[in-house]
């Protein structure tokens, strides 16, 4: 998968990803293109453009079977309150997109602590708040962001591929 820079080439791009990683792990594939989206700036970043990361994934003492290494990189930490403070830390990088996305399923399928969003593999507004409050990332306005996105670009017609 490129770079693409806008919305509709970003997610036809993604879609074939997303779908295989909600087939393979039960993430639904409007989430994983609405955190795609976000983690990624639409592909922008850095670290997606030099690392194919797509979700922000941190480096850590089991790195997974998909990441290739790790690459420095700054980034927000925020508290509950909304104060965010900027720092540098170490994300998972991979070969290809697709290993990314894999990633991104395998991660949150194999980590106890968002097994009650998979309850909600059905409801994808559910999904993303359970893995919000599961601590997927520390904005606090994180699943709203997620829930926004996928309402704008309709991101819910991608779900549940044959």
């Given at each position: 998968m490129s770079a693409p820079s806008l919305p509709a080439q970003f997610i036809k791009a993604a879609v074939g990803p997303a779908?295989?990683?909600?087939?393979?792990?039960?993430?639904?594939?409007?989430v994983a293109?609405?955190?795609?989206?976000?983690?990624?700036?639409?592909?922008?970043?850095?670290?997606?453009?030099?690392?194919?990361?797509?979700?922000?994934?941190?480096?850590?003492?089991?790195?997974g079977k998909y990441a290739t290494g790790c690459l420095k990189k700054p980034t927000s930490e925020c508290q509950p309150d909304g104060t965010c403070t900027k720092v540098i830390d170490s994300f998972r990088t991979y070969a290809t997109a697709t290993d990314s996305f894999r990633d991104h399923g395998l991660f949150l399928a194999s980590?106890?602590?968002?097994?009650?969003?998979?309850?909600?593999?059905?409801?994808?507004?559910?999904?993303?708040?359970?893995?919000a409050l599961a601590g997927y990332a520390t904005d606090p306005g994180y699943a709203d962001?997620?829930?926004?996105?996928?309402?704008?670009?309709?991101?819910?017609?991608?779900?549940?591929?044959?």
């Open positions: 779908q295989a990683s909600e087939r393979e792990y039960g993430v639904p594939t409007s293109l609405a955190q795609a989206i976000l983690e990624s700036n639409w592909a922008q970043s850095e670290l997606t453009r030099e690392g194919n990361a797509y979700f922000g994934i941190k480096c850590g003492k089991d790195n980590n106890d602590r968002y097994a009650k969003a998979f309850l909600y593999s059905a409801n994808p507004d559910q999904f993303s708040r359970e893995i962001k997620l829930i926004a996105l996928m309402t704008k670009f309709n991101l819910y017609q991608y779900n549940n591929p044959k």
